[in-house]
């Protein structure tokens, strides 16, 4: 005679371990994350059940290191899609290295006729357009102040007529 106290329990383990085998095949077929409590709680069990049991365990870390079959922005995704990426990012990263050597290159070249220059052994800037540059700038620079001048005596009657206005504003009342 068997006890059907063991025997309840025995069934019920069954049935939540049917429902964790359950829960796992729908995530895997859905592409949800797969995780232990993520699992456990779609399959309505306590996380200590799958820890207590280690197949269950192994099977959920064996489908969460397997890539699934599921989709990725509508599209299937298969071992030989996977490859196809791989195969793009390769040459992708290719043609940013050769990219990248080029740059490296023309920096090179202009920080080297920079150095060139700044120690006097490159050819000489023409001096004469310079001055004729500073001294315009110079120029430009004594209008400018002259103008800023003027506008600070504009500015500063028109202030002093503003507080006229208001102290006779204010006498009135």
Not at 124 to 142: A, G, K, N
Request: aromatic content about 2%; charged content about 25%.
């Amino acid at each position: 005679m068997t006890n059907p106290m063991s025997e309840g329990r025995r069934a019920d383990s069954i049935r939540r371990r049917q429902r964790v085998v359950k829960a796992l095949g729908a995530a895997g077929a859905t592409g949800t994350e797969i995780t232990v409590s993520s699992i456990a709680r779609a399959a309505g069990v306590d996380r200590s059940f799958l820890y207590r049991h280690r197949d269950l365990l192994a099977r959920i870390h064996t489908a969460q290191s397997c890539p699934s079959p599921t989709h990725w922005n509508g599209e299937p995704v298969t071992r030989e899609s996977l490859k196809a990426d791989l195969a793009n990012t390769h040459q992708r990263i290719a043609r940013l290295a050769a990219h990248n050597t080029q740059l490296e290159r023309k920096l090179s070249e202009l920080l080297g006729e920079a150095a060139w220059r700044e120690s006097g052994l490159g050819a000489p800037t023409d001096i004469d357009q310079l001055q004729r540059r500073i001294t315009m700038l110079e120029q430009h620079v004594v209008d400018l102040t002259g103008q800023l001048e003027e506008r600070s005596q504009e500015l500063d009657a028109a202030r002093s007529a503003n507080r006229e206005l208001f102290t006779n504003m204010n006498k009135q009342h």
